[in-house]
């Protein structure tokens, strides 16, 4: 080399006491450990020798290269490392770096005072504190929009439009006459409070049925009080309105509630007066009661039915039986076969009596020497008449003859229409005991409506319930709103991610 171009290469080259000023400079600027290694990577790759961190910087701005370009560009990593591995191998080969500009400062940062670090946390504290009261104005413009206002207008409507309504409260139970406390057992009395509970549901279910709904307002004019103009537009009915509609408001205004464990009936019914409230709490008890004793009807009616099916027919039997027995006696001319048998019992006993006294003459007037013919002849006439009658007495008791049959037959016969007479009357006196039970038993289950709490006509409005309502209108909205506020971030956390 030329000695021109030794001189010239150490005038270029820094002297020992410029590079220690730079880096006492670079000191200055208490960069960090993240950016001195990344100095050094790039020195490394860029094959500038330099013996710290610190000089890998100093070495880097002498060359023209910003050293921290890689933090100020997050993508110029990723984009070096492509081209590095893209690119052949330049640590081999010769460098061509741009000249060096004495006097630049390429690529230095300025440090940061106190000032310019209490200038910067100060617009980033008012910055939070815009964007957190920006944010808080929204919420409070939501809840207004759709919590607040709502609430004002229900408010408004409870308190000056809606029609007052009036409420009579009854409550009554489900009762009948069958047996007290202590003549029903454990078994009997469950057993009745299901059935009272049966019942208690159907009457319920009648009551909230459009059939009661039309009997209302065939005796009150139900459905004509609730399209009366007065009555504000939410509640009023509308004048064309279907079965189906009145059906809905009825529901809405007549509320009944059944507790089967003590078998109550609590009814409320809300009408736009105290007297439509009242004349139509009482009808409503009427249609209970009445449905209540059609309901059990049935039962009562089929075991009365057949009780008196039973004693007819018992009672119809016996006088049939008991001709049977007039026809025969007068048929046989017997009054009783027991009494003919003991009269011809009787008389043939008297007979064989005097059979026997005969035959005891006979024996005697045969007995002597010479005993009287004509007496003899007369003796055995009597014995022979006797005889005749014995046997024709006895041919009575078991033979028959062309018209009237013997006496053992007329005494069987009459002894079975007597029997079955005597059957007839104990099927007849059971018939009669089975038809008081039957009578007891239907007046026992007859059912009717025991009234705890009457109904009386109100002097107050009970509804609308101005703080109530207006208070489950808050509730109602925040819970909406709560409910599609949630939805909302959800679904920008599930797009976003």
């Not at 060096?100 to 910055?127: A, C, H, W, Y």
Request: hydrophobic share 40%; glycine share 6%.
């Amino acid at each position: 080399m030329s000695e021109p171009a030794k001189k010239d290469d150490q005038a270029e080259a820094p002297s020992p006491t410029d590079v220690r000023a730079q880096i006492e400079e670079i000191k200055k600027e208490n960069l960090s450990g993240q950016q001195m290694r990344m100095a050094r990577r790039l020195a490394q790759k860029h094959g500038l020798k330099a013996i710290s961190d610190l000089d890998a910087v100093r070495v880097l701005r002498e060359n023209g290269i910003d050293p921290f370009a890689n933090l100020n560009n997050p993508l110029g990593g990723a984009i070096d490392a492509r081209n590095e591995a893209a690119a052949p191998d330049q640590s081999k080969q010769p460098l061509n770096l741009p000249a060096k500009r004495k006097g630049s400062q390429v690529g230095q940062t300025k440090p940061m005072t106190d000032d310019d670090r209490g200038r910067e946390l100060s617009n980033i504290q008012r910055d939070l504190v815009r964007r957190r009261r920006r944010r808080v104005i929204q919420l409070y413009t939501r809840l207004f929009f759709f919590v607040i206002l709502p609430t004002i207008l229900a408010g408004y409507y409870f308190n000056s439009v809606a029609t007052p309504m009036y409420a009579v409260k009854s409550e009554f139970t489900v009762q009948s006459s069958a047996g007290t406390a202590a003549e029903a057992s454990a078994g009997s009395f469950f057993g009745a409070l299901s059935e009272g509970a049966k019942e208690g549901i159907s009457v319920q279910s009648h009551l909230t049925s459009i059939e009661a709904l039309l009997a209302l307002d065939e005796e009150f004019g139900y459905i004509s009080v609730f399209q009366d103009e007065k009555i504000d537009p939410i509640q009023r009915l509308d004048p064309d309105a279907t079965n189906e509609d009145a059906l809905k408001l009825y529901k809405k205004h007549v509320l009944i509630g059944f507790d089967p464990t003590e078998g109550v009936l609590r009814m409320e019914v809300i009408a736009p007066s105290s007297e439509h409230a009242f004349n139509f709490s009482n009808a409503l008890f009427a249609q209970a009661e009445r449905r209540l004793d059609e309901i059990s009807r049935p039962v009562r009616e089929d075991q009365l039915n057949a009780a008196r099916a039973l004693y007819n027919d018992a009672e119809k039997k016996l006088k049939e039986a008991r001709d049977r027995v007039v026809t025969l006696q007068a048929e046989r001319g017997v009054i009783s076969g027991e009494f003919e048998v003991q009269v011809l019992m009787n008389s043939i006993t008297s007979l064989e009596a005097n059979l026997l006294q005969r035959r005891l003459t006979l024996a005697e007037v045969e007995a002597n020497a010479r005993p009287n013919p004509a007496r003899k002849t007369a003796l055995e006439n009597q014995i022979s008449e006797l005889e005749s009658a014995i046997t024709e007495a006895r041919a009575k008791l078991t033979k028959s003859n062309d018209s009237d049959g013997s006496i053992a037959v007329i005494t069987g016969e009459l002894q079975q229409a007597e029997a079955e007479v005597f059957l007839r009357q104990e099927l007849l006196s059971q018939s009669i005991l089975g038809l008081e039970a039957a009578t007891i038993s239907a007046a026992r289950q007859a059912k009717f409506l025991g009234v705890s709490v009457r109904p009386v006509p109100p002097e107050s409005p009970s509804y609308p319930r101005t703080f109530e309502m207006t208070l489950i209108s808050f509730f109602v909205f925040l819970g909406v709103y709560l409910m599609i506020a949630l939805t909302g971030s959800i679904l920008r956390e599930q797009m976003s991610s």
